[in-house]
């Protein structure tokens, strides 16, 4: 994580406390590494497949030439399989960040900036899903609580100047007195360690 995420060591990582309530209202789920649990949309001769399952209400509008409205994709079985497969599966290459995922409503954010975005789709598209294709920021953000925060660990490349400024933010904030600062290292074998501050 520290090579993918936080440029070379440079950066930092902050450690959740999962037992927070913000965690049991917003529950975390295992993001799945193995082929098989991944989302498969697939047409073939008029039929169309999700995960496998063939989906019986399809309906075809020749205006659309080759549009396929999949009103089956809005089964609740269906729907919920195939979202699940989609957000919380990813390539087994990625099977060492051993993530974790929290999904929750877009409605439900705390803030939101950048530009609105509206879906690309043919309106005859949106018109027969009214109300599923809606606009919406291209940047939303969810406030995770203080009090979540159990520990932040500062990057073992990190600058001196970086290093600074995080202590004394965190040491300002009287919110945040409960955080245990602590330093990513190498050890003599090249493994990280994580050293207190």
């Not at 609740?76 to 409503?105: A, G, H």
């Not at 018109?127 to 609580?145: E, H, M, N, Q, R």
Request: aromatic letters at 12%.
């Amino acid at each position: 994580m520290w090579t993918h995420y936080a440029s070379e060591g440079t950066g930092i990582a902050v450690v959740f406390d999962e037992n927070h309530l913000f965690f049991k209202n917003y529950p975390f789920r295992q993001v799945r590494y193995n082929k098989e649990d991944r989302a498969s949309l697939s047409y073939y001769k008029g039929v169309v497949r999700i995960n496998g399952e063939r989906i019986r209400s399809l309906r075809l509008d020749s205006e659309l030439k080759t549009s396929i409205l999949l009103s089956g994709l809005y089964d609740p079985i269906v729907s919920q399989d195939f979202c699940e497969r989609l957000v919380y599966t990813k390539s087994p290459n990625w099977s060492v960040e051993d993530e974790v995922r929290i999904l929750f409503d877009i409605k439900y954010r705390d803030s939101d900036t950048g530009v609105m975005s509206s879906p690309d789709l043919d309106e005859k598209v949106t018109d027969f899903y009214s109300g599923a294709f809606i606009d919406y920021p291209t940047v939303c953000l969810k406030k995770i609580p203080f009090e979540a925060i159990k520990n932040v660990i500062l990057g073992f490349s990190i600058s001196i100047d970086d290093e600074q400024k995080i202590i004394q933010d965190i040491s300002n904030n009287p919110e945040l007195s409960h955080v245990k600062l602590k330093r990513a290292m190498h050890d003599v074998f090249g493994e990280i360690t994580l050293k207190d501050i």
